[in-house]
């Protein structure tokens, strides 16, 4: 199979809407990573896009909508006054909420919960194509599993050229991490995959917000955490990667010194550093993680498949406080690094 690339024009998301409605595959763009899609409701389709990606059957999709009403039938119970607080507030955009499931989603598409994850894209181009597919789009991150999720069609085509039959390019991702996964299934919400919208955003709305343990810490040996995809080593580059965190002077002065140590020993490294940080390297070979939290979500993925096509073997990145967007952040650097993270105060 040739997968094609094409511009998002009328014609293109027809073609894409009529092989979703056919069980294909389609690659497509929105508004936090490229997305894998599928008709969530189609069992082929669905055990198609795990074949694609080379996806474990536990870890559950999540299930993407354009309007409202299209939530109905996917649920077996009527959100709670929160939930409509939070659906208000924020979709469109990158909030995937949790609700008990209804008996027409496949437990292919959920992993076997009973439980099913929901998000309303605000990308116009994924919110045309799922409307003109006319069904519920099951759509993982377009990456093969353990690779960093895709925020360029290029970055899906590396991964799935000849898996599926074609991509829809609109640029690069807008926020650049995955939406917020959230469970309403207690009394507070609970974050069990930080992304765009942030705690503190959340709380703000429902009153409070809860972070589930396992966002900033490995799992212990067979701990089995709400969120499948947890328990899997994601975002993950070739080479060993190690968080530096603490006073900007003393991080920049470690990270030269593990880096030094790392080439005398004949190891390829790089580092990921803040923008106005990269001169104090000097001639190091470095890769730019913008200039703050936001724009560091924006290039994170793009910069550990950097990291991969540099063949860089000890990869050292700088860090942001893990709150607002930056907690997203810290979760994807961290989990790429397995939580290996140097204090350096
Ligand atoms: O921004 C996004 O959410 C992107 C774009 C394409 O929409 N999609 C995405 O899907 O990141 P995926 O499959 O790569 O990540 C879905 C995450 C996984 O960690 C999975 O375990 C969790 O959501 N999840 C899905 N359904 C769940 C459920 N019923 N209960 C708990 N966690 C669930
Ligand atoms: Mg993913």
């Known amino acids: 199979m040739k997968t094609r690339?094409?511009?998002?024009?009328?014609?293109?998301?027809h073609e894409a809407a009529a092989l979703l409605r056919n069980g294909r595959l389609v690659g497509f763009p929105t508004e936090t990573v490229y997305g894998l899609a599928a008709d969530a409701l189609n069992t082929q389709a669905v055990n198609a896009i795990f074949e694609a990606k080379g996806r474990p059957g536990d870890n559950p999709l999540i299930i993407h909508i354009a309007e409202i009403q299209e939530l109905d039938r996917l649920i077996r119970v009527k959100p709670s006054p929160v939930a409509r607080r939070l659906m208000d507030a924020f979709w469109p955009g990158p909030l995937t909420l949790i609700f008990p499931k209804s008996d027409i989603v496949p437990a292919c598409t959920t992993g076997g919960l009973d439980s099913v994850a929901v998000r309303m894209p605000s990308h116009p181009v994924a919110r045309e194509l799922i409307r003109l597919s006319g069904v519920p789009v099951a759509a993982p991150s377009g990456n093969r599993s353990g690779r960093p999720s895709p925020t360029a069609a290029a970055h899906m085509m590396e991964d799935m050229d000849g898996r599926i039959e074609m991509i829809i390019d609109g640029g690069e991702c807008d926020v650049g991490v995955e939406s917020t996964v959230v469970d309403m299934s207690g009394d507070v919400p609970r974050i069990l995959r930080p992304g765009g919208i942030t705690r503190e955003m959340i709380a703000e709305i429902a009153g409070d917000c809860k972070v589930d343990s396992t966002v900033m810490r490995p799992l212990k040996e067979n701990e089995r955490p709400k969120s499948p995809g947890m328990k899997y080593r994601h975002y993950a580059p070739a080479g060993q990667l190690t968080i530096f965190h603490g006073e900007c002077e003393n991080v920049i002065a470690a990270i030269c010194e593990t880096y030094d140590h790392a080439q005398s020993e004949g190891h390829r490294a790089l580092i990921l550093a803040l923008e106005p940080h990269i001169a104090r390297y000097g001639d190091r070979r470095c890769v730019s993680l913008g200039r703050d939290a936001t724009e560091m979500a924006h290039v994170v993925f793009s910069a550990l498949r950097g990291a991969d096509d540099a063949h860089a073997e000890v990869i050292l990145s700088e860090s942001v406080e893990a709150e607002g967007i930056g907690l997203?952040?810290?979760?994807?650097?961290?989990?790429?690094?397995?939580f290996h993270i140097v204090e350096v105060d």
């Not at 690339?5 to 998301?13: E, M, N, R, V």
């Not at 997203?328 to 397995?338: H, I, P, S």
């Open 5 to 13: 690339i094409l511009k998002p024009d009328a014609t293109a998301l």
């Open 328 to 338: 997203a952040v810290m979760n994807r650097l961290g989990r790429a690094a397995a």
